[in-house]
């Protein structure tokens, strides 16, 4: 089971930006986000379960990754969320593995970020994570493309297009779209400052 929902919804919301409170540096409240920090290491110390401390695990990660941009320190945490994830929680274990993934990519260890997105893609799909396993193959895609395979990255961004437009994943199909054009959706957003 994944962490309290309020925890979840505020995370989402610093991310995207929907939560009233952001303010700030960067668009965040320190205090904000401190508590939010504060809140997912109750959530790991109080965990009944090794999923639910996976959970706390993974948004601990997410949180340093994306709201302290403390990208060394994620995957530390990310590394305890796919052991319990792999005790028996795909969806778990299929974010876990993106993200480490995603740092991999970073790092430019493409085999691995391939090998890890490739199994994550899986675990969606074993879910029935549809639109999730759709995001997944974009990564892939972007990949596809890195190594110089333009008309694999293109196939599969097409399919990824066709897909989410069937499911209604406006979004997700923006976003494939947009690839085809030629952007990179591992590209952090360009500031407007």
């Known amino acids: 089971m994944s962490p309290s929902p309020p925890l979840r919804h505020e995370y989402v919301g610093q991310i995207t930006g929907a939560d009233t409170l952001q303010l700030g540096p960067e668009g965040k409240a320190l205090e904000v986000i401190t508590d939010l920090r504060r809140r997912a290491e109750d959530l790991r110390e109080q965990a009944l379960d090794e999923i639910s401390r996976g959970w706390a695990e ?5 949180i340093a990754d994306n709201l302290f941009a403390e990208r060394d320190a994620a ?4 590394r305890p969320a796919l052991r319990a994830g ?3 929680d795909d969806l ?8 480490l993934g995603d740092h991999d990519h970073d790092h430019g260890d493409h085999e691995r970020a391939r090998e890890r997105w490739e199994r994550a893609t899986a675990l969606g799909a074993r879910a029935g994570a549809v639109p999730g396993t759709l ?4 990564l892939l895609a972007v990949l596809a493309r890195g190594t110089g395979d333009e008309a694999g ?6 399919e990824i297009v066709r897909w989410a437009a069937a499911l209604g994943a406006v979004h997700l199909e923006a976003q494939a779209t947009a690839f085809l054009a030629g952007a990179d959706p591992t590209e952090p957003p360009e ?3």
């Open 58 to 62: 993974m948004y601990l990660g997410l």
């Open 75 to 78: 995957p530390d945490h990310y």
């Open 86 to 88: 792999e005790a028996g």
């Open 92 to 99: 778990l274990a299929r974010e876990a593995l993106r993200h």
């Open 135 to 138: 995001s997944q193959q974009l």
């Open 153 to 158: 990255a293109a196939a599969l961004a097409q």
């Open 191 to 193: 500031s407007h400052s």
